[in-house]
């Protein structure tokens, strides 16, 4: 019995890994070769055509005495901002779609539908939305309140908010749903306890729901800032980085260096700075979270 107890287990691991082949593969050959490659590739003057050549750390001196590159390492942690407001409307939205209403989940998929639509997609649409002759300007020209148009992504004062905005409305279904299934995961009776002994709803919620809620919050957090400082693609679409370097991001700058000057040891050394930069806050993050508590019992 133990014999084969053993040997359908090994076949079940067997079995496991053979569905998780593919996926390994492509994440080896995408991810894991490519990060380590660059490991190496940051300490040199890399160029396809020309002499490759050793310089230390030298790239990693080229870039923080670059203008463009501090610009960048600012809009990214700018683009930090938008995770708390995030946080707090998916936990406001995920209160508003936990009943039992007739319909609720046609509301829950309508708020998800943007998570699972290409940020390219996404960023194409709102492109036109903000554009010059877009359906804002135009309902703004035609209540009188506008006589020129606003330039939402081209003004340097206004692109990076409508970036984060743009981040913000996708990423908001996602964590609905994450806050959601914490929500239905809380016992009903504490909130029925709750207000018997004489509290409202907003106490219910900072009181009970908040506390039970709080891994959820600590990875939520943490996924987020990981995606605010990567972001890349709404950039890519519609801003380039510009006006005048107002949605300079590095993973863009770093992409540019790479792409478009063909400078691989320069952006690899770039790539490893934001790493590091993603390392650290996810650090001070979990070591909050660590403190603060990061499951419901502490």
């Known amino acids: 019995m133990v014999k084969s107890s053993k040997a359908r287990k090994a076949k079940e691991t067997a079995v496991a890994y053979a569905f998780m082949a593919p996926a390994l593969i492509i994440i080896l050959l995408f991810t894991v070769i490519p990060i380590f490659a660059s490991l190496g590739l940051m300490f ?5 055509l020309g002499k490759t050549k050793f310089v230390g750390l030298g790239n990693f001196i ?5 203008r463009e590159f501090i610009i960048a390492i600012k809009n ?6 938008v995770v708390p407001v ?3 409307l998916s936990i406001l939205l995920s209160l508003l779609v936990n009943r039992k209403l007739r319909g609720i989940g046609i509301f829950r998929t309508l708020f998800y539908i943007p998570v699972i639509t290409s940020m390219v997609a996404v960023s194409i649409i709102w492109g036109f939305i903000f554009n010059s002759s877009g359906v804002i300007n135009t309902l703004l020209s035609d209540l009188g309140l506008i006589t020129q148009p606003l330039g939402f992504i081209s003004d340097k004062k206004t692109a990076m908010l409508c970036l984060m905005f ?10 609905m749903m994450m806050y959601l299934a914490g929500l239905q995961g809380i016992p ?10 004489g509290a409202g709803t907003l106490r219910v919620i900072t009181s009970v729901i908040i506390p039970q809620l709080k891994p959820f919050i600590w990875l939520c957090t943490l996924n987020s800032i990981i995606s605010a400082i990567g972001v890349f693609d709404v950039v890519f679409v519609l801003s380039k980085g510009g006006p005048d370097n107002a949605t300079m ?3 863009y700058y770093s992409y540019t260096k790479a792409f478009g000057e063909f400078r691989f040891g320069y952006a690899a050394a770039v790539g490893a700075v934001q790493a590091i930069i993603t390392s650290i806050v996810s650090i001070a993050v979990f070591i909050y979270g660590k403190r603060g508590g990061m499951t419901n019992n502490e």
Do not use: R
């Not at 040199?44 to 396809?48: N, Q």
């Not at 409305?169 to 964590?175: A, E, I, R, V």
């Not at 009903?188 to 002994?197: N, P, T, V």
């Open 44 to 48: 040199f003057d890399y160029s396809v």
């Open 62 to 66: 080229k870039a923080f005495n670059d």
């Open 76 to 81: 990214s942690v700018i683009f930090v901002a």
């Open 86 to 88: 995030i946080q707090i």
């Open 166 to 175: 743009i981040t913000l409305w996708q990423g908001l279904g996602y964590y």
């Open 188 to 197: 009903s009776e504490l909130g029925e306890a709750a207000k018997i002994d």
């Open 249 to 251: 991001v590095i993973n």
